[in-house]
């Protein structure tokens, strides 16, 4: 089992991944949700009527795609790169030239490890915070300066050092939200099921959302979220400061989890996602469920009869000539296994999932960029635009 879900790894082996898309019981899936509320279980979909949204090839020539950063001093698009590099998009490719960012003498890059994270620090002078594997496949976060126009890779500072247990499940974005603050999402820690129940035990940064406090004059880092298996990707949605994850199942659910703004405050107890005692709505026998928290369902949900493997998205806000106008004001995301493509409301109110007609295979990120078109990565390290 461990091995099979190893090969559900975001950058694993594209045909084993692509063998393990079909799994899950969805009749075992549907029994055991009987006893939580009907928006609880999985989400009712309905096909796309009034649009065909279409992705377009515009991009090739990355390394595997971990992660989509809009810079927002420059504007520009930044392409995080599993090996331990992050690039400039640049017309149909890569900038020439050195990479802005480059690690990879530090990072370890193998299976579901490697350069997972960047993100631009407000204030000056300019820095970026990454999260990365390190030699040892153990999570570091550091904060670099930019000088020159790139990363000064001797100016890292650690700020979050987490001992990883086994190679899967290291989570994956970075996010600054509207409050300044840095938000970190960390996976359990591995193997299959959550063998030390780490996403449930608060003594443990494991399967949580962090908070790292930037503005203050001591910062740390604060769990607001607790109970994810493999949060893969995280944007913060910038009308509202919502923080929308994608978390990565096990074999039957994967779900989109919401923690709104109004949870983010450095006040009040943190959400409770469920996991391990629950794979979305469906209930995970012999695991323990800590109730310091509230049990929060996720927004969205499906089964493996329609993939494997969550890909957060990004919720689309910005208007322009080159923003699909079907996605406006809707968070939009898909699946590694599938390829499929899904948006709801970003109202975040449980909805129905609306299938997009768009197919991206092997997604691995998505981003809005300041011109308002939307872009979809991939593990092959191609970038696609959904139109």
């Known amino acids: 089992m461990v091995a099979r879900r190893a090969s559900l790894a975001i950058l694993a082996a594209t045909a084993a991944v692509g ?42 020539g990355f390394a595997p795609i971990t992660g989509l950063v809009v810079d927002p001093a420059s504007r520009r698009t930044l392409v995080v790169e599993q090996r331990g590099t992050a690039r400039w998009l640049v017309g149909d490719g890569p900038a020439a030239g050195a990479p802005f960012l480059d690690l990879r003498s530090v990072v370890r890059s193998e299976g579901e490890q490697g350069l997972l994270g960047v993100a631009f620090l407000p204030g000056t002078p300019r820095r970026v915070a990454v999260h990365h594997s390190d030699a040892d496949g153990d999570t570091r976060v550091a904060i670099y300066r930019i000088r020159g126009g790139r990363v000064d890779a001797a100016s890292g500072r650690t700020i979050l050092a987490v001992e990883q247990p086994y190679a899967n499940h290291n989570g994956g974005a970075l996010a600054v939200g509207r409050d300044g603050r840095l938000y970190l999402g ?52 910038p009308a509202t400061g919502d923080l929308w994850i994608g978390d990565v199942g096990q074999d039957a659910v994967e779900e989109v989890d919401r923690l709104p703004a109004a949870r983010l405050r450095p006040t009040g107890k943190p959400v409770n996602f469920g996991w391990a005692a629950y794979e979305g709505a469906r209930r995970q026998h012999g695991k323990d469920l800590d109730r310091t928290g509230p049990l929060t369902w996720p927004v969205a949900s499906y089964t493996h009869r329609d993939g494997c493997s969550v890909t957060g998205g990004v919720v689309v806000r910005r208007a322009g000539s080159r923003t699909p106008a079907a996605l406006r004001d809707r968070y939009v995301f898909g699946d590694f296994c599938s390829g499929k493509v899904w948006s709801v409301p970003a109202a975040g109110r449980k909805r129905a999932m609306r299938r997009e007609a768009a197919t991206v295979a092997r997604q691995t990120a998505y981003v809005q960029e300041a011109s308002g078109r939307v872009l979809v990565a991939t593990s092959n390290g191609t970038i696609a635009t959904l139109r």
């Open 186 to 237: 960390l996976g359990d820690g591995g193997s299959a099921y959550d063998p030390r129940q780490n996403a449930q035990d608060l003594t443990s940064r494991l399967g949580k959302i962090l908070r790292y406090d930037l503005p203050a004059r001591r910062p740390a880092w604060r769990i607001v979220a607790y109970g994810l298996r493999n949060p893969w990707q995280t944007t913060v949605d």
């Open 19 to 60: 063998a393990a898309g079909c799994g899950g019981d969805d009749g075992a899936a549907d029994a055991a949700t009987s006893h939580v509320p009907v928006d609880a279980r999985p989400s009712r979909q309905v096909a796309a009527t009034t649009h065909a949204l279409r992705a377009r090839p515009i991009a090739r």
